[in-house]
């Protein structure tokens, strides 16, 4: 049981912080939160969240070191170490969007586009 925790672990704690992060992104640029907080004040609350995220992974791939944490088989001390780290760069890789578009949001005002004739 441990060692099927130690493979699906990585990768669930990678989607819980991307759908808390990308769900708190729609939540910052939602109406009814436009008029309380500007653009300095989303990037900071998003950088923050992924920033835990980060570190939240990095600590799992640090813990599935330890001799606490390793499996007694070799096959899946691997297999639960490389899905630490490709959950870990997919963490950082799949956060950079809401981090590099926050300043992108609908402040609630309808978009003006061009009339098609």
Known sequence: MRSLLR?????????????????LAGLLCSSRWSPVADDTTRLTLLALA????????????????????????????????????????????TLLPPLLTTHSCDTGEQAHLPEIR
């Open 7 to 23: 493979l699906a672990l990585p990768l669930t704690l990678w989607l819980a912080c991307f759908s808390a992060v990308y769900g």
């Open 50 to 93: 992924a920033m835990a995220a980060v570190v939240l992974q990095a600590g799992l791939v640090l813990a599935l070191r330890s001799p606490r944490w390793q499996d007694p088989d070799t096959t899946l001390r691997r297999a639960s170490l490389v899905l630490a780290v490709a959950a870990l760069v997919s963490t950082i890789w």
